[in-house]
């Protein structure tokens, strides 16, 4: 009887164990996929589903999250931006952007559309070193890629 009652009790706890090495790969994964949104600069592929135009002198529009301030900062075609952002989980809420203020003709409606996608982002996935960033109806406002 004791040696059944010593089979079971390990059963039970090779069970909890099990439950808390998966807690622990979910909170690794969700590390991961918080870690590779941070520590890269994103280049804007589309936004709001057209493609992204160069900003001046050929520089890629841009995006960087930098997790130990979580501040982020970009290029956004003709101007430098920045602001702040917090995420947790899949969600992300980024901060209304300071930028520099220039003018330049063939990119300011673009980082205008970029500022105003910026300020809706509700959430965001990463598939394939490709950032998708969405709003709270899960509608594509913008794409970045790794350089």
Avoid: H
Wanted: aromatic letters at 6%.
């Amino acid at each position: 009887m004791s040696s059944l009652l010593k089979k079971l009790s390990l059963g039970i706890v090779a069970s909890v164990l099990c439950v808390a090495c998966q807690s622990n790969d979910i909170e690794k994964e969700q590390e991961m996929v918080a870690l590779m949104l941070t520590g890269q600069i994103w280049n804007l592929t589309t936004l709001a589903g057209a493609p992204a135009i160069v900003g001046e002198s050929n520089k890629a529009v841009s995006i960087e999250f930098l997790i130990e301030s979580n501040t982020y900062r970009g290029y956004a075609g003709c101007n430098n931006y920045s602001g702040r952002f917090e995420t947790a989980d899949n969600n992300l809420e980024i901060g209304p952007a300071r930028a520099t203020r220039k003018f330049c003709q063939n990119t300011s409606e673009q980082e205008n559309k970029l500022f105003n996608a910026l300020s809706s982002v509700d959430n965001y996935k990463i598939i394939d070193k490709t950032l998708t960033v969405s709003d709270d109806l899960n509608q594509v406002l913008a794409v970045f890629t790794i350089k």
